[in-house]
């Protein structure tokens, strides 16, 4: 049954519930002049101590693995450039951003778990495949099933009936969200992300993430989310509401060629990394 609901009105009337904060809108426009120097950057953010606290823990943990210890945002920036520290605090201040979820519809704890293991499974990925700008493939797998957030939030009720008919029919969730609402967390998710003005890469491997082909542009970063979330899914690193594993599409080697017996390494990485970010990032919002 088809319920007329319009993605754009959930996605307008949900900026109000979680936007971004400032510190990272300030941040954002900062990377756009040339001439913002790693001081400046070091002076918004010291307008969030909260997050700036939160990033120098996750930038001194083994996740980067970084020899000697970054005790301030301007050496941060001199070792990792001002992109991926911009990137760190998108991470950190979306965590932030939907920490007040309604706990009884899932459970947050397994959905960031999951949001966060997938955000590391592609960064690994990404490495692998010597991409440029790793975090962005972090950031995308963090924030791939963002549309479910804007389910449970916005729509509450009808996530309930959702998620008991996934279980019932023993079908994959993202399929009864389109039957039951029109659309699926894939393309509300989008949605928001083109609101918030992130970029198209991550517009796009958010909104193709469960089919990797449909994807014009951008098909290595839509074709390392699916697989990171896949993966994530069977080694039951959280759940962000599925029951069943999602079927890896294969023709996603034909884009990104990542042999065989790279995968044991490739879990080995997943498995310490892991551990490390999700106490790191989650911190208090748990
Ligand atoms: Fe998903
Ligand atoms: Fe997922």
């Known amino acids: 049954m088809k319920k007329k609901l319009s993605p754009e009105k959930i996605v307008n009337g949900m900026l109000k519930v979680a936007s971004l904060p400032m510190v990272y809108v300030k941040i954002s426009e900062a990377l756009k002049n040339p001439n913002t120097s790693n001081k400046d950057f070091e002076i918004i953010l010291s307008d969030d101590p909260a997050i700036t606290a939160r990033v120098l823990r996750l930038v001194n943990s083994a996740f980067y693995g970084f020899p000697s210890q970054i005790d301030t945002i301007s050496k941060a ?17 979306f965590v932030n951003a939907f920490k007040n979820l309604p706990q009884d519809v899932v459970n947050m704890e397994s959905f960031w ?5 997938c955000g590391i499974a592609a ?17 995308a797998g963090l924030i791939h099933d963002i549309g479910r957030l ?3 939030t916005e729509l509450e ?23 039951e609402l029109g659309f699926n967390h894939a393309t509300l998710g989008a949605l928001l992300l083109k609101n918030w003005k992130l970029p198209d890469s991550l517009v796009e491997a958010v909104a193709n993430h469960h089919k ?9 970063e839509v074709g390392i989310i699916h697989m990171a979330d896949v993966i994530c899914h069977a080694m039951q690193y959280g759940t962000s509401g599925d029951n069943f594993v999602p079927p890896l599409n294969k ?10 017996e790279a995968l044991s390494p490739i879990l080995d990485q997943l498995s310490i990394q892991n551990n490390e970010a999700v106490n790191f990032i989650l911190g208090d919002a748990a």
């Not at 450039?81 to 201040?93: E, N, P």
């Not at 960064?123 to 493939?137: D, G, H, K, M, P």
């Not at 023709?251 to 065989?260: E, G, N, Y």
């Open 113 to 117: 778990r999951h949001s966060i293991a």
């Open 123 to 139: 960064r690994i990925l990404a490495v692998y495949r010597r991409e440029t700008n790793v975090e962005r493939y972090f950031i």
């Open 77 to 93: 920036i001199t070792i990792m450039g001002q992109q991926q520290l911009h990137d760190i605090v998108f991470a950190c201040s």
């Open 212 to 220: 990797p082909m449909t994807a014009r542009r951008y098909r290595n």
């Open 251 to 260: 023709k996603i080697f034909d884009i990104i060629d990542i042999p065989a």
């Open 157 to 179: 009720e009808m996530a309930r009936e959702i998620l008991l008919n996934a279980k019932e029919s023993g079908q994959l969730l993202y399929k009864i969200e389109q039957e």
């Open 150 to 152: 804007v389910i449970y």
